[in-house]
């Protein structure tokens, strides 16, 4: 079962490189991206937002063993 959990903005660059799936979910536009697939300019757009209105908000796959 696969399950997923939020990753903290400072922790999702340290989460790619050990090899996770991360993803970034849009609530403006509920769009959800597969971070690997973005672009560096995209992604320094999302660094850059100060993201007071909880626009962006990353997550990582997680395998659950049941």
């Not at 320094?44 to 909880?54: A, E, G, L, P, S």
């Amino acid at each position: 079962m696969i399950k997923y959990e939020s990753v903290c903005n400072s922790d999702v660059l340290d989460e790619i490189k050990s090899g996770k799936n991360i993803f970034l979910l849009d609530r403006a536009t509920n769009n959800v991206s597969w971070v690997t697939d973005m672009t560096v300019e995209s992604l320094v757009k999302v660094f850059k937002h100060d993201n007071k209105d909880n626009r962006y908000e990353f997550f990582k796959e997680v395998e659950i063993n049941e």
